[in-house]
């Protein structure tokens, strides 16, 4: 046990092992924030796409998000970053972050568009059917009816995702980048294995403080939205 | 009287399913119609292909002069209104806002114009003090009431009911009724699908009788219930009657 909190002491006293950690979770933050981006930007659309009436002009569009839903939904996520590390963007001095940022975004650009879909689709046929009898126009309905009331359905699935994608992008530390999973694993290495308890405790301690923060900020959106609904 | 609405050999098909398998049907301005039929014999498709909620596989429907099509529809809604079974009142919105959404929008009338009329439709059937209340609130008779009210905000030239009294319960069904006549002796052009048998003979200029997506009988309803023509329609009255 003494030697557990001497570990503590050790890692929160050497100004590189702080430095390290602090630059693995600023590294983890700005993957998961730029692929958060990019993952609801690319996911309304396509889901946008795979919700829009269907017409001669939307055949083509529909499948390719049908495609692109199918094949990133249907293969790990290592194996995408792996694509993405060592063929698409195998080019000398490109940036390391900004492929990585790239697969956590158009990975979870697949999923956000399903979550996105799916509340679209679930709200109510009816509501769809009341303006289109008053004569307004599908993007009115869209706008005015379907997007509120979707929103709804969306946003705690859309909760789930962001933590999903943040606890992911660990997995860039596969491919060799300095993120918060691997400055935990770099401190503790080239000791014992005792000596990486301490680390991987902390690092996992950064991850649920995120984590359980934007748990809270999207329960307060969620309760938002209901006393919208309950209003009299 | 003229023709408002001409429908020539309409048929509708679900998958193979055929519903509507060639309905011929005319109605003139200031008729009241009543669609009567067993269910499942596609009485609703019927009236939701005249506006196009259902698209039709075949046939043409004319309102007035001019054949609706995909491309002119939406703006031949704004004369054809309709309420539904299950009222459809928007949730998201309050009463205010369901009723003057889309005449605003439209750009039939003002904001303040829409607002006014909203509120002496909503004193004149009770319900002025649930102007700002969201449906979820509502009772299902105040719910249908105020979605009559939503398709008389249009002002259209006729009116369709599909069935917009089955999904109430007995006491609301009179207070929904009440109303509709109302809206029937303003001398409105009204086809409604019902179930309700004593309504329908009080109601209508005429009945249609549709059976397995084809009209086999129509008449006055003093015709139509005293002296049924067709085996088919003497069976279904004396089942409902």
């Given at each position: 046990m003494d030697n557990f909190f001497e570990k503590i002491v050790e890692l929160f006293t050497t100004p590189e092992y702080i430095e390290s950690l602090l630059h693995?979770?600023?590294?983890?933050?700005?993957?998961?924030?730029?692929?958060?981006?990019?993952?609801?930007?690319?996911?309304?659309?396509i889901a946008l796409v795979d919700t829009a009436q269907k017409s001669r002009w939307m055949i083509i569009p529909k499948f390719i998000c049908k495609v692109y839903t199918t094949i990133i939904r249907g293969t790990p996520m290592a194996l995408q970053l792996f694509i993405m590390f060592f063929v698409i963007f195998a080019i000398r001095g490109f940036p390391q972050i900004i492929t990585a940022i790239l697969a956590f975004g158009f990975n979870s650009a697949a999923y956000v568009a399903e979550v996105i879909r799916s509340g679209i689709q679930s709200v109510d046929s009816g509501q769809t059917e009341a303006g289109l009898a008053l004569g307004l126009s599908r993007f009115t309905i869209?706008?005015?009816?379907?997007?509120?009331?979707?929103?709804k359905n969306i946003i705690p699935a859309l909760g789930n995702e962001i933590i999903t994608v943040i606890k992911e992008t660990a997995i860039a530390s596969m491919v060799g980048l300095y993120d918060l999973n691997m400055a935990a694993k770099d401190i503790g290495s080239g000791q014992n294995m005792a000596s990486y308890i301490v680390p991987m405790f902390v690092a996992a301690l950064f991850y649920l403080a995120v984590v359980y923060l934007i748990t809270f900020v999207i329960k307060r959106i969620e309760k938002k939205l209901r006393e919208s609904d309950s209003r009299v | 009287m003229e023709d408002i609405i001409r429908i020539k050999d309409l048929k509708k098909q679900f998958g193979k399913n055929k519903v509507l398998k060639g309905i011929d049907f005319d109605l003139k301005t200031g008729e009241?119609?009543?669609?009567?039929?067993?269910?499942?014999?596609?009485?609703?498709t019927f009236l939701r292909c005249i506006n196009r909620m259902e698209e039709p596989t075949s046939g043409e429907i004319y309102f007035g002069n001019t054949l609706i099509t995909d491309k002119n529809i939406q703006k031949m809604r704004q004369d054809i209104g309709m309420v539904f079974q299950h009222f459809n009142l928007i949730s998201n919105l309050?009463?205010?806002?369901?009723?003057?959404?889309a005449p605003v929008k439209l750009k039939l009338m003002n904001g303040e114009t829409a607002e006014k009329k909203a509120r002496g439709l909503l004193r004149h059937i009770d319900l002025l003090d649930k102007a700002e209340s969201f449906p979820a609130s509502l009772s299902g008779g105040q719910k249908q009431r105020i979605a009559i009210i939503r398709a008389m905000m249009m002002e259209p030239k006729v009116l369709l009911f599909d069935e917009p009294t089955s999904a109430l319960d007995p006491e609301s069904i009179g207070d929904v009724l009440d109303l509709i006549r109302e809206v029937a002796d303003g001398g409105m052009t009204i086809m409604i699908v019902t179930h309700e048998m004593s309504f329908a003979k009080e109601i209508a200029t005429r009945v249609v009788f549709i059976d397995e997506g084809k009209i086999i009988e129509e008449g006055t309803p003093e015709e139509f219930f005293a002296h049924p023509k067709t085996p088919r329609v003497k069976e279904f009255l004396e089942k409902v009657l």
């Open positions: 693995g979770f600023l590294l983890t933050l700005q993957i998961s924030f730029f692929a958060i981006i990019i993952g609801l930007i690319l996911g309304t659309v869209f706008r005015k009816i379907v997007a509120p009331q979707a929103i | 009241r119609v009543v669609v009567l039929g067993p269910s499942g014999s596609g009485k609703s309050t009463v205010m806002e369901n009723l003057t959404l």
